[in-house]
């Protein structure tokens, strides 16, 4: 089983960054896709990016395109989230997220799942 542990949410103003990073530990395999969800209150989980094992293949939500970068470095099994300009949509739990096989968007597609760090802008 693979425990994903994400770090780096906080308080953050409208407009301000914030880099949240996924550390995978436990047993991984090739081809291993991670990303990110979140979940604000009273709303459906929404998918933010995820990115194939190579990092070839990255996909962003178009709330978030432009604003946020996905990245990995798999030397240390992490996957980070750039976040850029901030806005108070944004606010929300963002879980990490990971699979063996293809990049998707499909949250039921995803086997292992973070326990979430909150991510909170304020206006």
Same mark, same amino acid.
């Given at each position: 089983?693979?425990?994903?542990?994400?770090?780096?949410? /906080?308080?953050?103003?409208? /407009?301000?960054?914030?880099?949240?990073?996924? %550390?995978?530990? /436990?047993? &991984? #395999? *090739?081809? !291993?896709?991670?990303?990110? #969800? *979140?979940? %604000?209150?009273?709303?459906?989980?929404?998918f933010v990016a %995820? $990115?194939?094992?190579?990092?070839?293949?990255? @996909?962003? +939500?178009?709330?978030?395109?432009?604003? #946020?970068?996905?990245? *990995?470095?798999? +030397?240390?099994?992490? =996957? !980070?989230? $750039?976040?850029?300009?901030?806005?108070?949509?944004? &606010?929300?739990?963002? @879980?990490? =997220? /990971?699979?063996?096989?293809l990049a998707t968007?499909?949250? !039921?597609?995803?086997?292992d799942w973070g326990?979430? &760090? $909150? =991510?909170?802008?304020?206006?």
């Amino acid at each position: 089983q693979v425990q994903l542990v994400e770090s780096g949410g /906080g308080l953050v103003q409208a /407009g301000g960054s914030l880099r949240l990073s996924c %550390a995978a530990s /436990g047993r &991984t #395999f *090739r081809g !291993y896709a991670m990303g990110w #969800f *979140r979940q %604000a209150p009273g709303k459906e989980r929404e998918f933010v990016a %995820a $990115q194939s094992s190579t990092g070839l293949s990255t @996909y962003y +939500a178009d709330s978030v395109k432009g604003r #946020f970068t996905i990245s *990995r470095d798999n +030397a240390k099994n992490t =996957v !980070y989230l $750039q976040m850029n300009s901030l806005k108070p949509e944004d &606010t929300a739990a963002y @879980y990490c =997220v /990971g699979r063996r096989g293809l990049a998707t968007i499909k949250e !039921y597609e995803y086997d292992d799942w973070g326990q979430g &760090t $909150q =991510v909170t802008v304020s206006s």
